[in-house]
């Protein structure tokens, strides 16, 4: 079975710009969760859905956003980007939300320039 | 406002003893614990986890260990193997009210062959 996918793998951006990223999630699995991992710390929890409703957001400002779609794959969107946004984005899924053990995407690396 | 601390940067360990990662946390009201393991290039991998209604929980050479009073977190793995050697992340989960996934800092573990 495909683990979690997650595109594209390496992003570079400039100040100001949007970005779109994509995760599917494991086959089965309803809740899909983002992570922004910047270099010596713990990936921090962003946004969380499950069954297409929000159900947990992070300490991130309204620049971003997500969605979930009826197939269960994610979106992550972050406009008008900063410096401070370069960082490795993951996307994990599960199969219920709380608790579960998440499983993991290889993540997105995005660089601002 | 670190709610998850790994106060160990890097552990080394001879392969075959035992490695003992340690994990703190400030809320009390946090009720599910996990450790991932992560790999240079990919996503946290999880490895075990544990209710707040347990102390301990074991699978093969992982045991995890939860001091509620003291609101610490263990992983101990036994015997340790040159294979383990990555960055170990706690983290801990908050299922009531304003949902909570957070990730400590992560310790890097190196098992010496």
């Known amino acids: 079975d495909a683990g979690v996918t997650q595109s594209p793998t390496h992003l570079i951006k400039t100040r100001g710009q949007q970005v779109t990223l994509r995760c599917s999630p494991i086959?089965?699995?309803?809740?899909v969760s983002w992570y922004q991992q910047v270099l010596g710390q713990g990936p921090q929890f962003i946004f969380q859905?499950?069954?297409?409703?929000?159900?947990g957001r992070g300490n991130f400002p309204d620049r971003f956003s997500a969605r979930q779609f009826p197939n269960y794959s994610s979106e992550l969107n972050v406009n008008a980007l900063l410096l401070g946004d370069s960082a490795l984005y993951l996307c994990?899924?599960?199969?219920?939300?709380?608790?579960?053990?998440?499983?993991f995407g290889d993540g997105t690396r995005l660089s601002i320039l | 406002d670190q709610q998850v601390k790994q106060n160990s940067p890097s552990l080394s360990v001879q392969e075959g003893r035992i490695s003992i990662l340690n994990c703190d946390y400030t809320?009390?009201?946090?009720?599910?614990f996990l450790w991932y393991k992560k790999y240079p290039a990919e996503g946290p991998t999880f490895l075990i986890s544990?209710?707040?209604?347990?102390d301990k929980n074991e699978d093969g050479r992982f045991t995890v260990f939860l001091n509620k009073s003291a609101k610490h977190l263990s992983l101990h793995i036994v015997p340790s193997q040159p294979g383990d050697s990555a960055v170990y992340f706690c983290?801990?989960?908050?299922?009531?009210?304003?949902?909570?996934?957070?990730f400590g800092t992560g310790t890097r573990l190196k098992v010496l062959a």
């Open positions: 994990a899924s599960s199969l219920g939300s709380s608790y579960q053990p998440q499983h």
């Open positions: 086959s089965g699995h309803k809740s």
């Open positions: 859905y499950y069954e297409k409703e929000e159900r």
């Open positions: 809320n009390s009201m946090f009720d599910y």
């Open positions: 544990i209710s707040s209604i347990k």
């Open positions: 983290a801990v989960v908050l299922t009531s009210g304003t949902y909570k996934y957070i």
